[in-house]
């Protein structure tokens, strides 16, 4: 079965600061990757997905992630966050028709 | 193009109730998936429907249990409740059941059991 770990629990930074989200998955087989956004008390919102091609894949609001096969990463960046990018962040892997999500990253944006 | 829904917002049930919470797919959707997200973790599948049949389940008990309706919304019911089960309960549809599919998720039904 598929699992995802991600290393942070909460990442603080600064506005306009760059960051970085970390999520590493299980499977060394073709994997499909994604990264939702939670914003208090609402639902999930898909940011990017990793289905295959490129490496680097580019998601809204200025997201982007790299899939590293050898490394078992999915990473999410920003090279600058404003203070609504404040939420929670859940990296997923899909397996078969189920996700399989994180324990989730708090990003606490601060002015 | 309407989103997913989900009703009720909250719920407040006691220990050994039942209680039915309800999600409306995305317009063209035949897939409707539900996730428990418990307090400070990451939402956990329980069980998927496509086209009105079961389409896997999670490592949740046989209480836990749900429908899917011909006009592709769907029901989560959950019997015999216990403190355990105070949850966010997501409902997520896609086009089809595959591992492809983004899911779009709805804002969810808080359930608090005392």
């Known amino acids: 079965a598929q699992s995802v770990t991600q290393l942070d629990s909460q990442v603080p930074v600064f506005e306009e600061a760059p960051v970085e989200l970390r999520c590493n998955y299980s499977?060394?087989?073709?994997?499909?990757l994604f990264w939702y956004v939670q914003y208090p008390n609402q639902g999930l919102q898909l940011l990017l997905k990793?289905?295959?091609?490129?490496?680097l894949v580019k998601g809204i609001n200025g997201f982007e992630a790299e899939f590293n096969k050898s490394q078992t990463s999915f990473h999410l960046r920003k090279p600058s966050v404003h203070i609504s990018d404040t939420a929670e962040y859940f990296c997923?892997?899909?397996?078969?028709?189920?996700?399989?999500f994180g324990a989730g990253t708090i990003l606490r944006v601060k002015s | 193009e309407t989103g997913v829904t989900q009703s009720p917002t909250h719920l407040i049930k006691t220990r050994g109730q039942q209680v039915t919470l309800r999600c409306s797919s995305q317009?063209?959707?035949?897939?409707v998936s539900w996730y428990q997200q418990a307090l400070g973790q990451g939402p956990q599948f329980i069980f998927q429907?496509?086209?009105?049949?079961?389409?896997g389940r999670g490592n949740f008990p046989p209480r836990f249990s749900g429908l899917q309706f011909p006009n592709y919304s769907s029901e989560l019911n959950v019997n015999a409740l216990e403190l355990d089960d105070s949850a966010l309960y997501l409902c997520?549809?896609?086009?089809?059941?595959?591992?492809?599919?983004?899911?779009?998720f709805g804002p969810g039904t808080r359930l608090t059991v005392l």
């Open positions: 317009s063209g959707h035949n897939t």
């Open positions: 499977s060394s087989v073709s994997v499909y």
């Open positions: 990793y289905l295959s091609g490129s490496t």
């Open positions: 997923a892997v899909s397996d078969s028709h189920k996700l399989v």
């Open positions: 997520a549809s896609s086009l089809s059941g595959t591992a492809k599919d983004e899911q779009f």
């Open positions: 429907y496509y086209r009105e049949e079961e389409n």
